[in-house]
């Protein structure tokens, strides 16, 4: 199976996990910002994206999704070490060359270091209660999520975690987006900055709308 | 006290018996040049002296000296080819350096480029991935007149472009991975943008993308070292090619 055998493989699933990632934080996201402007509309909207069927499809599709990507940056960072064993005594990176590109992997430990402590602080109080069936304490416990997010955010270390963990995603971004481009094959010289562009205005409006919705929660709390 | 036309540098070489030996880094100070000398003939003149007491010379590679033939190498103060951008080690000069300045040569180090003595490392990989497609082999009878097949300047252009690689192996130094995405992206792409290499395009990038993996060279993630890098600016638009074709290739299995 070439996509498993063949480095170019490889780096085709990275793209195709990355970019259905970055598609759903945009949903989310998007999700998201209605919680800075109606609590009620929010808290429908988590209603309906409770433990019904098709969210629980989405879910299972995006752990998926998540898991194959990490699978895969492991994998390749793992092939990669064995194609230089031995490193250099003093290695400089030319001014084209950015930090990003390099420490993709670190970045991404720390995505997933935050993503386990977004889990913590939501999903495992909301979806998860309702997945294993357990009693709320009082009706629309585990769908208010406008009331968790004023709870979470209260706590001003709780909202520092958060903007650094947006931090390390920007930067993530805006090299993972244009070079999953690169790596399916739809680059060449004229799109290449277009690219980079479109990365970094995606990842910039991404993180700073998971950045209002934090500070707005603090805010209201 | 040098003067205006001559300088000392100290030359901080990784030495290496043979590839299975383990190397250090030796140091060689105040080697007299002058900063319109080569750093090739930098080396060279180290070498006189080292051969006059009777040690052993650095051993390099190294033979037009003209920025051409893609065989000289040399990681020197961190980067391939030295500092200067889009050139290789044999048209770096020593005006590049400050008097009295360490510089730090090492070998290459990839996987896939073992050291056969001290600075000199085996590239028989680029090689081996070149003969498994990187060619024409079909007969093409006469030499057609000029222009009897149309080809776009902007094809030409970039297909002359990517033919400037001269298979020196900076990409493969330069990356964090130690991948050779550059260099076989250009081969595909020299033989790809021109109708007569489109006939065995499909065989050929999946010949070529297969050896290089089974050489043991790493996985691309786009850090651009090797554009940035590579002595004839190859892009990495290149890679981004050679990508689709792969794809595509693979999609008509």
């Known amino acids: 199976m070439w996509l498993i055998d063949s480095s170019i493989g490889r780096k085709v699933i990275m793209s195709v996990t990355g970019l259905f990632l970055v598609l759903f934080l945009i949903f989310h996201m998007s ?9 009620e509309t929010y808290n429908d909207i988590c209603n309906f994206l409770g433990a019904n069927w098709y969210a629980l499809a989405g879910t299972m599709v995006l752990a998926a999704g998540v898991v194959l990507h990490i699978v895969f940056a492991f994998l390749l960072s793992y092939r990669n070490y064995k194609a230089r064993p031995i490193g250099y005594s003093t290695q ?3 001014k084209e060359v950015e930090g990003a590109s390099q420490n993709m992997l670190v970045l991404g430990i720390i995505v997933l270091m935050g993503l386990c402590m977004h889990l913590i602080h939501f999903w495992a109080k909301m ?3 309702e997945i294993i069936g357990a009693t709320p304490d009082y009706e629309g416990q585990f769908t208010n999520g406008a009331e968790l997010i004023r709870i979470t955010f209260s706590n001003p270390y709780v909202c520092l975690a958060y903007i650094g963990w947006f931090i390390a995603i920007w930067f993530h971004l805006t090299h993972g987006i244009w070079s999953a481009f690169q790596s399916t094959g739809l680059n060449n010289k004229v799109w290449f900055p277009r690219l980079k562009m479109c990365a970094n205005i995606f990842s910039t409006i991404i993180v700073l709308g998971f950045t209002a919705v934090v500070i707005a929660g603090y805010i209201h709390s | 006290m040098a003067t205006d036309n001559t300088m000392k540098v100290n ?14 880094f030796k140091l060689y100070e105040n080697v007299e040049t002058t900063p319109d000398t080569s750093f090739l003939e930098t080396l060279d003149i180290l070498n006189e002296t080292l051969v006059e007491k009777g040690e052993e010379p650095i051993v390099f590679d190294h033979d037009c000296r003209e920025g051409i033939c893609g065989m000289c190498s040399l990681f020197i103060n961190g980067h391939p080819h030295g500092p200067a951008q889009g050139a290789t080690t044999c048209q770096l000069y020593m005006r590049r350096f400050k008097d009295g300045e360490t510089i730090t040569v090492e070998p290459w180090r990839s996987a896939a480029f073992p050291v056969i003595k001290d600075l000199m490392v085996n590239r028989n990989a680029f090689d081996q991935i070149q003969q498994a497609g990187g060619y024409v082999s079909f007969n093409c009878g006469g030499a057609q007149d000029a222009n009897a097949i149309p080809i776009s300047k902007v094809d030409a252009d970039e297909a002359m472009d990517s033919a400037t690689c001269i298979g020196c192996g900076a990409c493969v130094a330069a990356c964090k991975n130690g991948s050779a995405m550059l260099f076989v992206s250009a081969k595909v792409s ?11 395009a499909v065989k050929r990038v999946k010949s070529m993308v297969a050896k290089m993996d089974e050489l043991g060279f790493g996985n691309c993630t786009n850090t651009r070292a090797c554009e940035a890098e590579c002595p004839k600016c ?8 050679m990508n689709r074709e792969f794809i595509c290739a693979k999609f008509k299995d």
């Open chain 2, 11 to 24: 030359l901080k070489v990784w030495r290496q018996a043979d590839s299975k030996a383990k190397g250090e």
């Open chain 2, 234 to 241: 190859i892009s990495i638009s290149n890679i981004a090619r």
């Open chain 1, 92 to 94: 400089k990176n030319q």
């Open chain 2, 190 to 200: 020299q033989f790809a943008l021109l109708p007569q290499g489109r006939v065995e």
């Open chain 1, 127 to 129: 979806q998860l209660q």
């Open chain 1, 31 to 39: 999700m998201n910002v209605v919680a800075i402007f109606s609590s």
